[in-house]
């Protein structure tokens, strides 16, 4: 009796399929840029199109679509940073409301609410059109890669009625310091101009390295190229084929007792993924507590329990988009740093105009 049931229930299950409104059913989206989105990165554009922004979409699960290839830019593959033109024609495969799917197993992203309570500590300067952050190591600029919020989340749930919040630029997670966000479309393409390799902002970073420098000032040009190969993480290597960078390196200090350890002001010139990194790397010089491009057993002599990245970016001057006068923002390292700056015998002062 159970086997001659089973077609009718099958054809019940199919009817009742068939009968679903169409917003069940995604369908595949051809969106054309307009001029409002005008040199808008391919990622800002799904978050928006996709409604991450508001919340309605896991803001991971758009990067996986593109890193996937389910994202087509003009019938072609993109990567999250690629810069649309009016005309192109951007491919939106189906993608259910997950906040609101009960079938789908998706979940708002869990702030604790002790990151949210810090979020005010953590702003250094805002004003009508621009927030400037410091960011904690340990901490993404937005969610993705396995992380299921990051700053410009955080932000986001700390203030709740904010017209838009928008990333200028990025910083890698285990990098502290300083990052800046857009209020505005207006804003954000303004400040997005200045960060662009050809732009105005200036980005100086401190950074903690093994060894003893010999150049007081020291110019970094090794192109870098990213090696990523299936199964695993991606690097970041010197290679002759690789992308122009240039790393400006001032000696701030170095040790006076116990390891050689140099204290280093870092300019960069170009926004290469993890730049400072592998051209300290490369120089022979590697940054303190850098698990993908440091020195594992000289970390490991320095404390009981390896330290975090000693990378932090510590002054940003740049051009205020709405009147263009001149904003610069410091920041000191996290307070972690001091104990084996004093160990080293190295003291750190940090102004606008050093």
């Given at each position: 009796?159970t086997?001659?049931?089973?077609?009718?229930?099958h054809?019940?299950?199919?009817?009742?399929?068939?009968?679903?409104?169409a917003?069940?059913?995604?369908?595949?989206?051809?969106?054309?840029?307009?001029?409002?989105?005008d040199?808008?990165?391919?990622?800002?554009?799904?978050l928006?199109?996709?409604?991450?922004?508001?919340?309605?979409q896991?803001?991971?699960?758009?990067?996986?679509?593109i890193?996937?290839?389910?994202?087509?830019?003009?019938?072609k593959?993109?990567?999250?940073?690629?810069?649309?033109?009016?005309?192109?024609?951007?491919?939106?495969?189906?993608?259910?409301?997950l906040?609101?799917?009960?079938?789908?197993?998706?979940?708002?992203?869990?702030?604790?609410?002790?990151?949210?309570?810090?979020?005010?500590g953590?702003?250094?300067h805002?004003?009508?059109a621009?927030?400037?952050?410091?960011?904690?190591a340990?901490?993404?600029?937005?969610?993705?890669?396995?992380?299921?919020f990051?700053?410009?989340?955080l932000?986001?749930?700390?203030?709740?009625?904010?017209?838009?919040l928008?990333?200028?630029?990025?910083?890698d997670?285990e990098?502290?310091?300083?990052?800046?966000v857009?209020?505005?479309?207006?804003?954000?393409?303004a400040?997005?101009?200045?960060?662009?390799?050809?732009g105005?902002?200036?980005?100086r970073?401190?950074a903690l390295?093994h060894?003893?420098?010999?150049?007081?000032?020291?110019r970094?040009t090794?192109?870098?190229?990213?090696?990523?190969g299936?199964?695993?993480?991606?690097r970041v290597?010197?290679?002759?084929?690789?992308?122009?960078?240039?790393?400006?390196?001032?000696?701030?200090g170095?040790?006076?007792?116990?390891?050689?350890?140099?204290?280093?002001?870092a300019?960069?010139?170009?926004g290469?993924t993890?730049?400072?990194?592998?051209h300290?790397?490369?120089?022979?010089?590697?940054?303190?507590g850098?698990?993908?491009y440091?020195?594992?057993?000289?970390?490991?002599?320095?404390?009981?329990q390896?330290?975090?990245?000693?990378?932090?970016?510590?002054?940003l001057?740049?051009?205020?988009?709405?009147?263009?006068?001149r904003?610069?923002?410091?920041?000191?390292?996290?307070?972690?740093?001091?104990?084996?700056?004093?160990r080293a015998?190295?003291r750190?002062?940090?102004?606008?105009s050093?």
């Open positions: 009796m086997a001659e049931k089973r077609p009718e229930h054809r019940q299950t199919s009817q009742q399929a068939a009968d679903r409104p917003v069940d059913r995604p369908r595949v989206r051809l969106e054309t840029v307009d001029a409002r989105s040199g808008q990165r391919l990622d800002n554009f799904l928006r199109e996709l409604g991450a922004q508001h919340d309605k896991p803001r991971a699960l758009i990067y996986r679509l890193r996937k290839g389910q994202v087509r830019v003009n019938k593959r993109a990567k999250p940073m690629q810069r649309l033109r009016p005309g192109d024609v951007v491919r939106i495969p189906p993608v259910r409301d906040r609101g799917d009960p079938d789908s197993g998706g979940k708002p992203a869990s702030i604790p609410a002790g990151w949210v309570h810090r979020v005010e953590l702003i250094r805002e004003d009508d621009l927030l400037v952050v410091d960011k904690p340990g901490l993404s600029a937005h969610a993705g890669s396995g992380y299921d990051g700053l410009i989340e932000l986001r749930t700390a203030r709740p009625d904010a017209a838009a928008e990333l200028a630029h990025r910083i997670r990098t502290s310091g300083l990052l800046v857009a209020k505005s479309r207006q804003a954000l393409l400040l997005q101009a200045q960060f662009r390799p050809e105005t902002a200036k980005k970073y401190l390295c060894g003893h420098w010999r150049e007081a000032h020291l970094l090794a192109p870098l190229r990213k090696d990523q299936d199964g695993r993480a991606h290597v010197v290679d002759p084929r690789g992308k122009v960078a240039r790393t400006d390196i001032e000696r701030l170095t040790s006076h007792a116990g390891p050689a350890l140099t204290l280093v002001a300019t960069l010139h170009t290469r993890h730049q400072i990194r592998v300290c790397q490369h120089a022979g010089h590697p940054i303190v850098d698990s993908k440091g020195d594992r057993a000289l970390d490991r002599a320095l404390a009981r390896r330290p975090g990245l000693m990378l932090h970016a510590y002054r001057t740049l051009a205020h988009p709405d009147h263009g006068g904003l610069t923002i410091t920041s000191l390292p996290p307070d972690d740093w001091q104990p084996l700056l004093d015998g190295l750190l002062t940090v102004s606008d050093d």
